[in-house]
């Protein structure tokens, strides 16, 4: 295989990653979008293990490349298969935080053996300090990604009683001075090796990155979760992209580009969403505030509930009804009920819409994907922007899961969500709202709109209450 057609393949490839970010910025494209990312990874591994075949020394170099994709791609698709939608965000987390491994291994390959992987080098040469700084910012990105998305994993299953995993922050005085001298101390020792080629430099560095990835992470509270998924999604992209110019592979630089700054994009707007500033997200220790805020001397207050059959009835009353899903409904796998109960109320004439906040659940897009898993028509489905207009003159907003996204808090100065966009449905003239219980959600804030007079609680797992609702509308 010949230099130019590698370079074809690679530039054909990337037009496929560009179409295929481009499809994903939409529903109805989407399943476009992913056509072409699969079509262009497939033409990019194939080239390249090609490319590998044409350059190896000798067969076993092939077949332990060959053994790596069959492994990885075997173990990718079990868990693509088996994951749940509630548990996405965990593997996208995960997906991330190899991503950086992978970076942190190639570039201590790199250093390890500089004539066997960097382009131009016989054995024994040494590198060149432009190479060294690509290595430097590659693994150190990569080490960030690694470590940062473990505490994220942790933080998103809540399931360890390890502190770090815990979706409340970890803060204590003086974490923003440590990361600050943890970082430059990084950087220094990184300009370091990229003058001396220290082995001991680097490793130094390699260790304190890891280290300042989990601190990064470790103040930000489960709140802020969505947030942390782009961020770390576009660190791994800028990971991929720094070892691609180490390994001259112009795919790795054109993909990794493409991931990170498509992520720094999506964190843009998550911030936007939350009303964070978008430094603080870059450099951690954002949100703490949020989930450490919730008053510890809260008052028991009473508030107006009702069965399925009552909501059931209002909402068979009504002319306009605006759907809010949340996690809980993601968690109940009531997706597919809320889609029977909305053809329900339809049939019945009623104007039915669904309402959706950018950070609806625990990652970007998380509430989109789970309706169109239940093939709810993209016409009924709103962004929070489109929608927020018409919740005045709503009869019914029915909230299922959601809590911080529809909180008024974010209206009132002083509050921790102070500012963060929410769904207006408080101004809807009847609220109903299904949650397993009273509990705050990830900001741990008490919610007003749950104890006004036009709101009624219906308590229970979202899948029975909605299905009891499919039964009851008449």
Not at 146 to 163: D, M, N, T, Y
Not at 212 to 229: C, E, Q, R, S, T
Not at 252 to 275: D, E, F, H, R, T
Not at 406 to 429: C, D, R, T
Request: glycine share 12%; hydrophobic share 50%; proline share 3%.
């Amino acid at each position: 295989m010949s230099m130019n057609l590698v370079t074809l393949l690679y530039l054909i490839a990337s037009v496929c990653f560009i179409q295929a970010l481009k499809g994903l910025s939409h529903p109805t494209t989407s399943i476009r979008g992913n056509v072409f990312g699969m079509t262009g990874m497939t033409i990019a591994v194939l080239t390249t293990a090609a490319l590998i075949a044409k350059l190896a020394g000798s067969p076993l170099s092939l077949s332990w490349v060959l053994l790596g994709l069959l492994v990885g791609g075997s173990a990718g698709a079990i868990m693509a298969q088996r994951v749940e939608m509630t548990k996405m965000p965990e593997l996208v987390a995960f997906m991330h935080s190899m991503i950086g491994l992978a970076a942190v291994f190639i570039a201590v390959a790199a250093v390890a053996e500089p004539g066997a992987l960097l382009h131009g080098l016989a054995k024994g040469d040494p590198i060149p300090t432009g190479n060294r700084l690509e290595l430097f910012l590659g693994a150190a990105i990569g080490a960030i990604t690694f470590s940062g998305s473990v505490i994220a994993f942790g933080k998103l299953s809540g399931k360890s009683k390890f502190r770090l995993f815990q979706g409340a922050p970890v803060q204590f005085s003086g974490q923003h001075l440590l990361n600050l001298v943890l970082g430059l101390a990084t950087v220094g020792l990184g300009l370091a090796f990229m003058a001396t080629e220290s082995w001991s430099a680097f490793f130094a560095m390699l260790a304190l990155a890891f280290v300042l990835g989990v601190l990064i992470i470790i103040p930000i509270g489960g709140a802020d979760m969505p947030v942390v998924v782009s961020m770390l999604n576009s660190y791994s992209g800028w990971a991929a992209a720094g070892i691609g110019f180490s390994l001259n592979n112009a795919m790795l630089i054109i993909a990794g580009s493409l991931v990170g700054s498509s992520g720094a994009i999506l964190s843009y707007i998550m911030c936007k969403a939350m009303n964070r500033s978008f430094i603080n997200v870059i450099l951690g220790g954002f949100g703490g505030d949020t989930a450490t805020a919730a008053a510890g001397d809260q008052v028991q207050r009473s508030v107006k509930s009702g069965s399925a059959d009552d909501a059931a009835f209002i909402l068979g009353n009504a002319e306009t009804v605006v759907i809010v899903p949340g996690y809980g409904l993601a968690v109940a796998r009531a997706q597919h009920a809320v889609k029977e109960l909305a053809e329900k109320l339809t049939e019945k004439g009623i104007t039915v819409k669904y309402a959706i906040h950018p950070v609806a659940g625990r990652m970007p897009g998380h509430m989109n994907v789970l309706l169109a898993e239940a093939e709810v028509p993209y016409d009924q489905v709103f962004e929070m922007e489109d929608i927020n207009g018409e919740f005045g003159q709503t009869d019914v907003a029915i909230i299922l899961g959601a809590n911080d996204v529809v909180n008024p808090a974010a209206l009132q100065k002083g509050s921790p969500i102070y500012g963060m966009p929410i769904l207006e449905a408080y101004k809807a003239k009847t609220v109903i709202v299904n949650k397993r219980s009273m509990a705050a959600g990830y900001a741990g804030l008490d919610n007003e709109l749950f104890y006004m007079d036009k709101t009624m609680m219906v308590f229970g797992d979202a899948k029975k209450v909605v299905e009891e609702m499919v039964k009851a509308v008449e």
